[in-house]
């Protein structure tokens, strides 16, 4: 992975292209992919040519997503949708097997959508789907309650220990969990930085 202005680029490139093999290292350009800002995508091209690089607004990366605000939001729909769906479907079993429904959603399912917002910032309103399935379906399914008041939805969103059901609103801890990893890592990337 490299990241900067398309020229440095290109000179880091030229450099691996000759010292890379000798080094058990074989660039594949036409396998990289350029992600870059639509306004700068003919400057890339124009100084990147002579390598057959694939550019785009944005791509997945090391479970995460770089690129634009717009490419994130593309590539996040079809993620967020795919978990409430799962939530919904977990409502159904809900009804028969609540301790089993209840520990999918929150040993399986969360821990996917909370990884990815470890990863990625700024994501809290994508996961809005999501908490809907959570409070209308899933809930009422679980508890056999009609409906969840919002003094029950932030009940249920407390730990274990202290009386709830330890399903936080994914909207609500996507900058947390961000936050979280990113000082957790803190010291680490640092030192990367530094070298």
């Keep these: 992975a490299m990241s900067g202005p398309s020229k440095e680029v290109r000179e880091a490139m030229d450099l691996l292209v000759e ?4 080094r058990g290292y074989f660039p594949e350009p036409s396998k990289s992919i350029v992600v ?45 949708q795919a978990w409430a769906d799962g939530v919904r479907k977990l409502a ?18 969360q821990s996917e959508w909370q990884y990815l917002q470890r990863v990625l910032p700024g994501s809290g309103d994508a996961f809005r789907p999501i908490e809907k399935e959570i409070r209308l379906s899933f809930l009422p399914a679980l508890t056999l309650s009609s409906d969840v ?47």
């Design 19 to 22: 010292i890379g093999p000798a």
């Design 36 to 80: 870059c800002q639509e306004t700068l995508v003919d400057q890339a091209k124009q100084n990147l040519d002579k390598f057959d690089f694939q550019y785009c607004a944005g791509h997945r990366y090391v479970g995460g997503f770089i690129g634009t605000e717009a490419a994130k939001a593309e590539w996040l729909e079809p993620k967020v």
């Design 149 to 195: 008041s919002n003094l029950l939805r932030s009940t249920y969103s407390l730990p274990v220990r202290q009386a709830g059901l330890g399903l936080p609103g994914p909207c609500y801890t996507a900058e947390e969990n961000y936050k979280t990893s990113t000082a957790c890592t803190a010291l680490l990337t640092e030192s990367l930085r530094q070298g």
């Design 92 to 109: 159904k079993v809900a009804r028969r097997f609540p301790q089993t429904a209840y520990a999918g959603l929150v040993k399986s399912l």
